[in-house]
């Protein structure tokens, strides 16, 4: 049974989180109300409800943040700062003038906020995919690649409206070394709306929105092919598929990803002390003017590693979680 995907955007990783349960067609097994699930031919829908669910999905996409956050506090430094020198210098100079707590800045608010951004994120996506495909739910034909990709793209688009503050937020924290300018995330919003406004809280949003929205839907993609290759035909994926899969598109997304997100980086900063920027192409050529074209890619590695860890404990601790909230029903051959 596969329940979730690992969406590798916003530096902490956002949950694709299915709200139904697909089990094998038995109709005996099956309470009132479910109905053939549009995307994967064979399988039946069963709602689940949606409180636990979400609770579920909060709390493991919270351990994953938590798990990823050290590893993103070092990529962010090492994007918007020239003052480092690669990844170990980055994490020595920060556990030696910070320590430990050094590497947590900025996880409060993606944290606290994660269950809103995963049901923005999931509606959308549901939605959108709902209407690319009603014409042919009633075939039984399952949903293209283009039309995952364009609900992928449409979703990764509406995020941004939430997504955007609560990374600009977390991008000023983890940014800050020795400074106190602001003492944690509600100050550092009360600060930016004082000398920026509203719209300053949008700082960087076209450069996020020029990161999710192809990523969004690039990542269901090579997770797809991974996860088909990976399981025999006839069996569901297990834990370690899913795992490995979810993983490898992070990679290829973050291939895709990591240019813009160095921008975004830059230019979120840019408002708190850092270089000013005229905007995404102002930032790009003075970036490669100055530090050439591999600028682009920094962060990359620190990307690619995090996201199977992420994967590992937000996929499990979601499964463990659904299992307290669900419990097995006992088998129908045994009745």
Request: net charge positive; charged share 15%.
């Amino acid at each position: 049974m596969w329940l979730l995907f690992m969406c590798p955007t916003a530096e902490g990783k956002k949950l694709f989180l299915w709200r139904e349960v697909l089990v094998r067609m038995d109709r005996s097994l099956l309470p009132e109300g479910s109905r053939s699930n549009r995307l994967c031919p064979g399988f039946e829908t069963v709602k689940v409800m949606p409180l636990l669910e979400f609770l579920a999905g909060s709390i493991s996409g919270a351990l994953g943040i938590a798990v990823g956050h050290p590893l993103d506090t070092v990529k962010v430094r090492l994007q918007a700062q020239s003052v480092y020198k690669g990844i170990f210098h980055c994490v020595i100079k920060t556990y030696s003038h910070e320590g430990l707590h050094g590497f947590f800045k900025g996880m409060a608010f993606p944290v606290l906020t994660t269950g809103i951004t995963n049901s923005v994120v999931f509606g959308c996506y549901s939605n959108a995919l709902g209407y690319l495909t009603k014409s042919q739910r009633s075939r039984g034909k399952p949903a293209s690649a283009a039309q995952v990709f364009t609900a992928g793209c449409f979703s990764g688009l509406v995020q941004v409206s939430v997504s955007a503050p609560i990374d600009l937020v977390k991008v000023r924290l983890q940014g800050q070394s020795t400074s106190t300018r602001y003492r944690g995330p509600v100050h550092c919003v009360a600060v930016i709306v004082r000398e920026e406004g509203l719209r300053g809280l949008y700082r960087g949003g076209l450069a996020l929105t020029l990161r999710d929205v192809p990523c969004y839907g690039l990542y269901f993609l090579p997770y797809e092919v991974t996860r088909k290759v990976l399981t025999q035909d006839g069996k569901e994926p297990g834990t370690f598929v899913i795992l490995v899969a979810g993983g490898f598109a992070g990679v290829v997304t973050w291939s895709f990803a990591t240019p813009m997100d160095v921008v975004k980086a830059r230019l979120q900063m840019s408002g708190a002390g850092g270089r000013e920027y005229g905007g995404v192409l102002h930032c790009m050529r003075v970036s490669v003017r100055e530090e050439g074209v591999r600028v682009f890619f920094k962060g990359l590695l620190l990307n690619s590693l995090r996201a199977f860890p992420v994967n590992a404990v937000t996929f499990l601790s979601y499964e463990s979680l659904m299992k307290i909230f669900y419990p097995p029903r006992a088998s129908h051959s045994s009745q």
